[in-house]
């Protein structure tokens, strides 16, 4: 069984603190007037509410959904650190559903009869216009070397280089520049 209390003891819990502060001191004397004085002080009224099993869940449910996500955005002002490990996460969930796509396409059409042999590949890419080839290039060039370079930086940071506060700027910003180098060199390669 769940139970929930309803308590307005702000009051009563100062009075019950000073109250047996006052009884460990005081002798039985006084022990008349602190009972008077507690019955005086408060005015708590406690209820108390048998729940079923499931009404707990339900509870525990919906105070979850009131939490905020981690990080959450709109306390927290946008940071390389965590900018970075959200791209990369990204750029790895892109690059493998494409690279799985293509290759369950690619070992799938002989058996759904569209034609994605390398020849007929070739022959469709050929045909594209310069600048979609161009933009095709850069969607995967520049996530591709990201999300290496950063991998990198992972690597090092488990040998114990580059983990303060400094290091980690430093080093997220050289990926981004070699991302913009690296990148560019495979866009027009």
């Not at 959450?72 to 892109?94: D, E, K, M, N």
Request: proline residues 5%.
């Amino acid at each position: 069984m769940f139970s929930t209390a309803v308590v307005g003891m702000r009051v009563g819990l100062r009075s019950a603190a000073s109250a047996t502060r006052m009884q460990i001191a005081a002798p039985t004397l006084a022990r008349s007037r602190l009972s008077a004085l507690a019955l005086r002080a408060s005015p708590m009224s406690v209820q108390i509410q048998s729940l079923p099993a499931s009404a707990e869940s339900d509870i525990t449910n919906s105070q979850r959904l009131k939490r905020p996500s981690s990080p959450h955005f709109t306390i927290y002002q946008p940071q390389l650190t965590w900018v970075a490990s959200i791209a990369h996460r990204g750029t790895g969930i892109g690059l493998s559903l494409a690279l799985y796509s293509f290759a369950i396409g690619y070992l799938a059409s002989p058996v759904i009869g569209i034609p994605l042999d390398s020849a007929t590949v070739v022959e469709f890419v050929h045909t594209l216009p310069e600048w979609f080839k161009l933009a095709t290039k850069a969607v995967f060039a520049y996530p591709f070397v990201f999300h290496c370079l950063n991998g990198v930086r992972h690597l090092v940071w488990d040998t114990g280089y580059f983990l303060s506060v400094k290091g980690a700027y430093q080093t997220g910003y050289s990926v981004l520049g070699l991302t913009a180098v690296l990148g560019s060199v495979l866009l027009f390669l």
